[in-house]
Nanobody, 120 residues
Framework: QLQLVQSGGGSVQTGGSLRLSCVAF????????WSWYRQAPGKEREWLTA???????HYEPPAKGRFTISQDNTKNTTYLQLDSLKPDDTAMYYC??????????????WGQGTQVTVSS
């Protein structure tokens, strides 16, 4: 079982930056990659980006060009760097573990979320 603990959210003005962190505690008993999602009030949860164990990354259109995912496997941590923030980026941001391709065991855990608020 994993516990994902998030931090780094807050309030910034348009054009500002934040660095979100997500640390996995415990023993998952499985191999996993990382994803980040966000969800604004009244809207569906939106996939933003993912990174695998080799450092390969994927960005969905809302994140491409302004957000950067990274990881430190020695610390069981993933980061999401948010730059050039806009009011439309205001949402709850979630990290998630993803079952790694080719593995027999599922490994899907969610962080508690951290609020990002961007004002004009």
């Amino acid at each position: 079982q994993l516990q994902l603990v998030q931090s780094g959210g807050g309030s910034v003005q348009t054009g500002g930056s934040l660095r979100l962190s997500c640390v996995a505690f415990g023993d998952a008993g499985c191999a996993y990659d990382w994803s980040w999602y966000r969800q604004a009030p009244g809207k569906e949860r939106e996939w933003l980006t993912a990174i695998d164990g080799d450092g390969n990354t994927h960005y969905e259109p809302p994140a491409k060009g302004r957000f950067t995912i990274s990881q430190d496997n020695t610390k069981n941590t993933t980061y999401l760097q948010l730059d050039s923030l806009k009011p439309d980026d205001t949402a709850m941001y979630y990290c998630k573990t993803d079952s790694r391709a080719g593995r027999l065991l599922e490994c899907n855990y969610w962080g508690q979320g951290t609020q990002v608020t961007v004002s004009s």
